[in-house]
């Protein structure tokens, strides 16, 4: 014999059948609102098979790399904070740390539509509105570009002169690496620029 209304496992809780309820008494879900899509950025054979960086999406990759070499360093300087101030990383160290933030799986990047435009997207990157719902691919070839990119600029730039950039700020380690005359974010950088 039954003594309860529902069995336990038939009872829905009461926020949950408000809901439930709510929704059906909505025409369409949610009223007037639109309702929400997204599609994934349809890649290119470039974006999707090249090893190199895609032209279009290198002062993104330049950004990214000089936000992840200023978050690395900084990181290691606010360890070396001491009671008499601030004190300087050793060349050993920066070089190291330099090396390791070229070597993370930079796995928070990927691509995205905005507007149009396959942009690259991930920490350091947000500029201006975001929009309300996107569809990031990650994984695939951009880690590595990434890596090889951040490798380039350490090469090209030297451990020294991105760690005496980085002690000025982040905007100037960015300036160092992106925006000088043929940087990546620079309007004059040629199209026909070595691969990065």
Same mark, same amino acid.
């Given at each position: 014999?039954?003594?309860?209304?529902?069995?336990?496992?038939?009872?829905?809780?009461?926020?949950?059948?408000?809901?439930?309820?709510?929704?059906?008494?909505?025409?369409?879900?949610?009223?007037?609102?639109?309702?929400?899509?997204?599609?994934?950025?349809?890649?290119?054979?470039?974006?999707?098979?090249?090893?190199?960086?895609?032209?279009?999406?290198?002062?993104?990759?330049?950004?990214?790399?000089?936000? @992840?070499? !200023? $978050?690395?360093?900084?990181?290691? =300087?606010?360890?070396?904070?001491?009671?008499?101030?601030?004190?300087? %990383? *050793?060349?050993?160290?920066?070089?190291?740390?330099?090396?390791?933030?070229?070597? @993370?799986? !930079? $796995?928070?990047?990927?691509?995205? =539509?905005?507007?149009?435009?396959?942009?690259?997207?991930?920490?350091? %990157? *947000?500029?201006?509105?975001?929009?309300?719902?996107?569809?990031?691919?990650?994984?695939?070839? !951009?880690?590595?570009?990434?890596?090889?990119?951040?490798?380039?600029?350490?090469?090209?730039?030297?451990?020294?002169?991105?760690?005496?950039?980085?002690?000025?700020?982040?905007?100037?380690?960015?300036?160092?690496?992106?925006?000088?005359?043929?940087?990546?974010?620079?309007?004059?950088?040629?199209?026909?620029?070595?691969?990065?």
């Amino acid at each position: 014999m039954l003594t309860e209304p529902f069995p336990r496992n038939m009872r829905l809780s009461l926020p949950l059948l408000l809901l439930l309820l709510g929704v059906w008494a909505i025409p369409e879900g949610f009223g007037d609102r639109a309702p929400l899509t997204a599609t994934a950025p349809q890649l290119d054979d470039e974006e999707k098979y090249s090893a190199h960086m895609p032209a279009h999406l290198r002062c993104d990759a330049c950004r990214a790399v000089a936000y @992840q070499m !200023w $978050q690395h360093l900084a990181k290691a =300087e606010a360890k070396l904070h001491t009671p008499q101030g601030h004190q300087e %990383l *050793s060349e050993s160290v920066y070089t190291d740390i330099l090396d390791r933030s070229c070597s @993370q799986t !930079w $796995q928070d990047y990927g691509v995205r =539509e905005v507007n149009k435009v396959k942009r690259l997207t991930g920490p350091g %990157l *947000s500029d201006g509105p975001q929009p309300s719902v996107s569809v990031m691919i990650t994984g695939g070839p !951009w880690p590595t570009r990434l890596s090889t990119t951040c490798l380039h600029y350490l090469g090209e730039f030297g451990e020294d002169q991105i760690y005496e950039a980085h002690q000025q700020g982040q905007g100037a380690l960015k300036a160092l690496l992106c925006e000088g005359p043929w940087g990546a974010c620079s309007e004059k950088a040629p199209v026909t620029r070595a691969e990065l």
